[in-house]
């Protein structure tokens, strides 16, 4: 379940409306002991692990309902909370603001002839970069147990094995 892939994700088609896969999982989250929460949108429904059993690397399956012709076709993808995605996404644009910002200034220095001493400090966001990525992916093993709890729901309420992409 776990992969290189930040956020991993599966498609499929199903010949059942949005409504009716709805009506699926609202049957499930209503039967005693769903090992999941699940919050429903208007063609989107939120599954993560109970409130209990969460902790701050607790992955959320996002479901994404299409209606398509005569069935739905479902986008799923495995992510963190929001938080934790902020927290990520702000790292990597800090670095990158950064890295473009002393890169620019770095090499106008070194063009001119002056020393940019300033350089040295691109591979030590580069290795930043590199740190938020193994974080990630950390958060991502630790989480995993409960990926694939989400992801055996997921396959028993659609009653077929989804594989990830």
């Known amino acids: 379940m776990t992969s290189f892939r930040i956020r ?10 949005p409504k009716e896969v709805e009506a699926r999982f609202r049957k499930r989250a209503e ?21 209990a059993e969460q902790q701050f690397w607790s992955p959320r399956l996002e479901v994404h309902l299409e209606e398509q012709g005569s069935g739905t076709f ?8 929001p938080h934790v995605w902020t ?22 220095q070194w ?23 193994i974080m990630g992916q950390t958060g991502q093993k630790l989480g995993a147990e409960q990926t694939f709890d989400l992801h055996h729901f997921f396959e028993e309420t659609m009653n077929r094995k989804v594989p990830l992409s």
């Open 111 to 133: 063009s001119l002839g002056m020393n940019a001493p300033i350089l040295w400090a691109l591979p030590v966001l580069a290795g930043a970069a590199v740190f938020l990525y």
């Open 74 to 81: 479902i986008r799923a993808w495995y992510g963190p909370s």
């Open 8 to 17: 991993p994700r599966f498609r499929m088609e199903v010949e059942e409306s």
């Open 31 to 51: 039967a005693q002991g769903a090992p999941c929460s699940i919050v429903f949108f208007p063609q989107y429904i939120v599954l993560t692990p109970p409130v």
């Open 87 to 108: 927290f990520f996404t702000l790292g990597y644009g800090a670095i990158a603001i950064l890295m473009l910002f002393i890169g620019i200034m770095g090499f106008s």
